[in-house]
Nanobody
């Protein structure tokens, strides 16, 4: 069973930065893509960023230029560097690993942007 463990969330002031980590229980290159999503209460989980096995990266429009997704294969970890954080970035952030036939979720980490 694939396990994903997010960490790095917390409380930060507007304009601040956080780096989220997603540690996988197996080689991250076994997956077609590694992704970050976020969810606020009563809403669907929304796509934030992805990196595929070939290194192609995509971002949701509102985070372009502020968030960076990157990976360390040796550590089986994908990161989300979040800069210039805004109150509207407040959410639970989830890691998702995709294969051709299914996907796996982590348990999520809370990010709160508030003064």
């Amino acid at each position: 069973q694939v396990q994903l463990m997010e960490s790095g969330g917390g409380l930060v002031q507007p304009g601040g930065s956080l780096k989220l980590s997603c540690a996988a229980s197996e080689n991250i290159f076994n997956f077609n893509s590694m992704n970050w999503y976020r969810q606020t209460p009563g809403q669907e989980r929304d796509f934030v960023a992805s990196i595929n096995v070939g290194g192609k990266i995509q971002y949701e429009d509102s985070v372009k230029g502020r968030f960076t997704i990157f990976r360390d294969g040796a550590k089986r970890t994908v990161y989300l560097q979040m800069n210039s954080l805004k109150p509207e970035d407040t959410a639970v952030y989830y890691c998702r690993a995709n294969t051709l036939s299914r996907h796996y979720w982590g348990q999520g980490t809370q990010v709160t942007v508030s003064s």
